[in-house]
Nanobody, 125 residues
Framework: VQLQASGGGLVQAGGSLRLSCAASERTFSTRGIGWFRQAPRKEREIVAHIKGSGGSTYYADSVKDRFTLSRDNAKNTVYLQMNNLKPEDTAVYFC???????????????????WGQGTLVTVSS
């Protein structure tokens, strides 16, 4: 499974970006997709997750009420809408996929088996 993350860029504080995670793989709809971020000198942390069915989501407290996940399984794509961005959101953002039909939402990066290449988000103050 290959994941392609895109949509990063430079934005001022308070602005918005939409990240996309696209996969060319027919089991995509069965996999949970997580977004992680890693800032310089910090560990990779989970930002949000959406289950394969799209019915359940998880958001880290730091992004709750600002970030929104959605998925279009017909396009094999998950979107992360990021609003009211803050300088502390600056990081490389990665999307990752779980095994098919995983019944829970993992927060540990090691529970994800496929990773995209990352897209840089820079928020200026």
């Amino acid at each position: 499974v290959q994941l392609q993350a895109s949509g990063g860029g430079l934005v001022q504080a308070g602005g918005s970006l939409r990240l996309s995670c696209a996969a060319s793989e027919r089991t995509f709809s069965t996999r949970g997709i997580g977004w992680f971020r890693q800032a310089p000198r910090k560990e990779r942390e989970i930002v949000a997750h959406i289950k394969g069915s799209g019915g359940s989501t998880y958001y880290a407290d730091s992004v709750k009420d600002r970030f929104t996940l959605s998925r279009d399984n017909a396009k094999n794509t998950v979107y992360l809408q990021m609003n009211n961005l803050k300088p502390e959101d600056t990081a490389v953002y990665f999307c990752a996929a779980t095994t098919p039909f995983l019944g829970w939402i993992p927060r540990d990066p090691q529970q994800y088996i496929y990773w995209g290449q990352g897209t840089l988000v820079t928020v200026s103050s």
